[in-house]
């Protein structure tokens, strides 16, 4: 059975910093592409990263110069380390898993998803 599991979301105070994790026990890890999207409520589930074998990680807007995606293909892990957190910031973060081949950037392009942990930004 395909999991993807996330942890580390919480309660941060607003200029704050968390550092999602997503274990993964697709094989091989390295072919699929990685994704981070989030929802927050009565809104759409909207990108925020992803990253590919031998590529750039991609970023939404109104993450990039705060998010940053990594990933290690030997722990099978992707990582979203998230600074200069804002109130916005706050939704459930899902970790989502593909093999379309390409960036990554839309929820079709996956065909797994985690659970989701929940961010909450206060002000």
């Known amino acids: 059975q395909v999991q993807l599991v996330e942890s580390g979301g919480g309660l941060v105070q607003a200029g704050g910093s968390l550092r999602l994790s997503c274990a993964s026990s697709l094989r091989p890890f390295s072919s699929y592409t990685m994704g981070w999207f989030r929802q927050a409520p009565e809104k759409e589930r909207e990108f925020v990263a992803s990253t590919r074998w031998g590529h750039d990680a991609y970023y939404a807007d109104s993450v990039k110069g705060r998010f940053t995606m990594d990933r290690d293909n030997v722990e099978n892990a992707v990582f979203l380390q998230m600074s200069s957190l804002k109130p916005d910031d706050t939704a459930v973060y899902y970790c989502?898993?593909?093999?379309?081949?390409?960036?990554?950037?839309?929820?079709?392009?996956?065909?797994?998803w985690g659970q989701g942990t929940q961010v909450t930004v206060s002000s």
């Open positions: 989502a898993a593909g093999r379309s081949g390409g960036p990554g950037l839309r929820p079709n392009e996956y065909e797994f």
